[in-house]
C-alpha cells in the first residue's frame, strides 16, 4: 500500500506536470498506517535516559520497526524556546541525540533534526542543548539544521475542519520517515501541548490564528503531517507557565518516556500525567475523532 509520503510526492508530481502556474496539490490523504493496526502504547521509567530510550523503543519492536535502510528521517524535537535543559521547555537533548543516534544504526541514509521555533532559531538551537547533541554524534548522515523559508508550500486540505488550506513545510512531509518528539507540558491556551501541537513547528503560516480554534485546527494539520513513531519526553514535565515555562519550581522530575505509533494515543496517556483524563483534553478528543488514535486507554495494547 503506498504510504503517506510516496502519496504526496505523487500529487507534487503531478501538480507540475499539469503546468498550471501556482497549482496546489488536492491531497485526498490516506488513513494514517498506525490507525487501522489497533493502538499500542509503551510507558518506560527510569534515570539513565539513553538507556531509556532503548528499552522504550524496544519494547515496541526497536527503531527497525519504523526506519528502514537507506530511508531519509526526520526527527522533529520541541526546540521552541531559549532555555537550558532544566526548565523543561524543549526535548531534552539526550532523547533527541539518542533516537538519532538508533536511526543511523537502522540504517538511515539521512536523518535531519530541525524546528520551527518561537525565539531566535540560532540561541535555541544552542541554549536548548540539542545541536551540540546531535553534533557530537559526529556522523555525515545526521544533522540540525535551520529550516528554508523557502521550502514552505500551502496546500489544500479537502477534509478540514478549521482549515481548509495551510503552509507547510516540505522537508518534513517528503521524508520517509517523520518522528516526533515533543516534550510534555502546560499550554496557557490548549491546557497541554503533546505529541499533535509539537507538529506547528512544521508548518508556516501564522501559528497564532490556530489558537482561536486549536482543537480542530491541531486535528486538520496532523491528517496532513502522520508522523510515523511519537516519542513523549516526560523525563521532567512542566506544570504551569507553558509553554515556555521560565521557573525551576514549575517543573518535575518524572523519568517517564511514552511511545506509540498513534500520535493521539501516546498524547493520552500523557495528559494522565498532569491528572487529566484524555477525555478533558480537547486536541485529544478531536484527534480522536479524525482517526488518529485511541483515547480510552483500557482499549490500548500496552506493551
Given at each position: 500500500?503506498?504510504?503517506?509520503?510516496?502519496?504526496?510526492?505523487?500529487?507534487?508530481?503531478?501538480?507540475?506536470a499539469a503546468?498550471?502556474?501556482?497549482?496546489?496539490?488536492q491531497?485526498?490523504?490516506?488513513?494514517?498506517?498506525?490507525?487501522?493496526?489497533?493502538?499500542?502504547?509503551?510507558?518506560?521509567?527510569?534515570?539513565?535516559?539513553?538507556?531509556?530510550?532503548?528499552?522504550?523503543?524496544?519494547?515496541?519492536?526497536?527503531?527497525?520497526?519504523?526506519?528502514?535502510?537507506?530511508?531519509?528521517?526526520?526527527?522533529?524535537?520541541?526546540?521552541?524556546?531559549?532555555?537550558?535543559?532544566?526548565?523543561?521547555?524543549?526535548?531534552?537533548?539526550?532523547?533527541?541525540?539518542?533516537?538519532?543516534?538508533?536511526?543511523?544504526?537502522?540504517?538511515?541514509?539521512?536523518?535531519?533534526?530541525?524546528?520551527?521555533?518561537?525565539?531566535?532559531?540560532?540561541?535555541?538551537?544552542?541554549?536548548?542543548?540539542?545541536?551540540?547533541?546531535?553534533?557530537?554524534?559526529?556522523?555525515?548522515?545526521?544533522?540540525?539544521?535551520?529550516?528554508?523559508?523557502?521550502?514552505?508550500?500551502?496546500?489544500?486540505?479537502?477534509?478540514?475542519?478549521?482549515l481548509?488550506?495551510?503552509?507547510?513545510?516540505?522537508?518534513?512531509?517528503?521524508?520517509?520517515?517523520?518522528?516526533?518528539?515533543?516534550?510534555?507540558?502546560?499550554h496557557?491556551?490548549?491546557?497541554?501541548?503533546?505529541?499533535?501541537?509539537?507538529?506547528?513547528?512544521?508548518?508556516?503560516?501564522?501559528?497564532?490564528?490556530?489558537?482561536?480554534?486549536?482543537?480542530?485546527?491541531?486535528?486538520?494539520?496532523?491528517?496532513?503531517?502522520?508522523?510515523?513513531?511519537?516519542?513523549?519526553?516526560?523525563?521532567?514535565?512542566?506544570?504551569a507557565?507553558?509553554?515556555q515555562?521560565?521557573?525551576?519550581?514549575?517543573?518535575?522530575?518524572?523519568?517517564?518516556?511514552?511511545a506509540?505509533?498513534?500520535?493521539?494515543t501516546?498524547?493520552?496517556?500523557?495528559?494522565?500525567?498532569?491528572g487529566?483524563q484524555?477525555?478533558?483534553?480537547e486536541?485529544?478528543?478531536?484527534g480522536?475523532?479524525?482517526?488518529?488514535?485511541?483515547?480510552?486507554?483500557?482499549?490500548?495494547?500496552?506493551?
Amino acid at each position: 500500500m503506498i504510504d503517506r509520503r510516496q502519496f504526496i510526492r505523487q500529487c507534487l508530481h503531478t501538480a507540475g506536470a499539469a503546468g498550471v502556474a501556482g497549482a496546489v496539490p488536492q491531497l485526498l490523504l490516506p488513513t494514517p498506517a498506525g490507525a487501522a493496526q489497533g493502538s499500542v502504547l509503551v510507558v518506560r521509567r527510569g534515570e539513565d535516559i539513553p538507556l531509556l530510550v532503548r528499552q522504550t523503543l524496544d519494547a515496541l519492536g526497536g527503531m527497525g520497526r519504523f526506519v528502514r535502510p537507506g530511508e531519509t528521517v526526520v526527527v522533529k524535537p520541541n526546540i521552541g524556546w531559549d532555555r537550558p535543559v532544566e526548565m523543561a521547555a524543549n526535548t531534552h537533548p539526550l532523547v533527541v541525540q539518542t533516537v538519532v543516534q538508533l536511526c543511523l544504526e537502522a540504517g538511515a541514509g539521512k536523518v535531519q533534526v530541525f524546528d520551527r521555533t518561537c525565539n531566535d532559531p540560532r540561541r535555541c538551537y544552542v541554549s536548548s542543548g540539542i545541536q551540540q547533541a546531535v553534533n557530537s554524534l559526529n556522523s555525515s548522515k545526521a544533522k540540525i539544521v535551520h529550516m528554508d523559508r523557502r521550502a514552505y508550500r500551502e496546500l489544500d486540505i479537502p477534509s478540514g475542519k478549521a482549515l481548509n488550506r495551510w503552509s507547510f513545510y516540505m522537508p518534513a512531509l517528503e521524508a520517509d520517515r517523520l518522528i516526533n518528539l515533543p516534550v510534555a507540558k502546560h499550554h496557557s491556551i490548549s491546557t497541554l501541548t503533546l505529541g499533535m501541537k509539537n507538529l506547528m513547528g512544521v508548518i508556516g503560516g501564522n501559528r497564532g490564528m490556530l489558537h482561536r480554534k486549536i482543537a480542530e485546527s491541531l486535528a486538520d494539520l496532523n491528517s496532513v503531517i502522520h508522523s510515523d513513531l511519537t516519542l513523549i519526553d516526560a523525563t521532567r514535565i512542566l506544570l504551569a507557565n507553558g509553554p515556555q515555562g521560565g521557573r525551576l519550581e514549575d517543573v518535575e522530575i518524572r523519568n517517564t518516556l511514552i511511545a506509540s505509533p498513534q500520535v493521539v494515543t501516546a498524547d493520552a496517556y500523557a495528559a494522565t500525567l498532569f491528572g487529566y483524563q484524555p477525555q478533558q483534553i480537547e486536541t485529544i478528543v478531536a484527534g480522536h475523532q479524525r482517526g488518529l488514535g485511541e483515547i480510552n486507554l483500557a482499549k490500548v495494547k500496552q506493551l
